[in-house]
């Protein structure tokens, strides 16, 4: 089955960190770009990062830019987003989805809450 | 950044009868090279992820039903449920994938009259 299963949602304290990962099975994972799309609650969808098939090239949204880090293992078949020095602002579900050029394929999504 | 607005923010139709929903977006995202609009249209439910229904402006996602059209190039663009069924009340959002940061537009919820 083609899916993404996002991963490593949970409470966190502001200045915390969390690692999220998307597993992905059914497609060859290596062949496509990935990004990460999160929506806070009752609100739009915003783009956060991206990362191409082969790794070599990252893009952040300026709100996360130096504090979140996209990275891939294409041997595990997995995405991750490294997520430091969190904010309230940061709390959103995330979202792990596939690109071909448009985002054709998406995960169920991962909540992050960062509160006090 | 490209800005994405919707319009309306949220509309209410009958069964049976047409929905549109507008996309503007603040600069072209037509390609001239290859003469494509990187413009996708999205559906979501509650607790759902979205999905896809209309890439490239005009081409319908494999399985979506042929009563979602899109249409539109440039700047201005149209999605169009030409028959409304109940299963279509969701929350609709336009997104640009022209260039990064990748924007969306603040989503229509619709409703059914």
């Known amino acids: 089955e083609v899916q993404l299963v996002e991963s490593g949602g949970g409470l966190v304290q502001p200045g915390g960190s969390l690692r999220l990962s998307c597993a992905v099975s059914?497609?060859?994972?290596?062949?496509?770009?990935v990004h990460w799309v999160r929506q806070a609650p009752g609100k739009g969808l915003v783009w956060v990062a991206r990362i191409s098939n082969d790794a070599r090239t990252t893009t952040y949204a300026d709100s996360v830019k130096g504090r979140f880090t996209i990275s891939r293992d294409n041997a595990k078949n997995t995405l991750y987003l490294q997520m430091n020095s969190l904010r309230v602002e940061d709390t959103a579900v995330y979202f792990c989805?596939?690109?071909?050029?448009?985002?054709?394929?998406w995960g169920r999504g991962t909540l992050v809450t960062v509160s006090a | 950044d490209i800005v994405m607005t919707q319009s309306p923010d949220s509309l209410a139709v009958s069964l049976g009868e047409r929905a549109t929903i507008n996309c503007k977006s603040s600069q072209s995202v037509l390609y001239s090279s290859s003469n494509k609009n990187y413009l996708a249209w999205y559906q979501q439910k509650p607790g759902q992820p979205p999905k896809v229904l209309i890439n490239?402006?005009?081409t319908r996602e494999s399985g979506v039903p042929d009563r979602f059209s899109g249409s539109g190039s440039g700047t201005d663009f149209t999605l169009t449920i030409s028959s409304l069924q109940a299963e279509d009340v969701a929350v609709y959002y336009c997104e640009q994938y022209y260039t990064a940061p990748y924007t969306f537009g603040q989503g229509t919820k619709l409703e059914i009259k």
């Open positions: 490239w402006a005009s």
């Open positions: 989805t596939r690109a071909s050029g448009y985002f054709d394929l």
């Open positions: 059914g497609f060859t994972f290596s062949s496509y770009w």
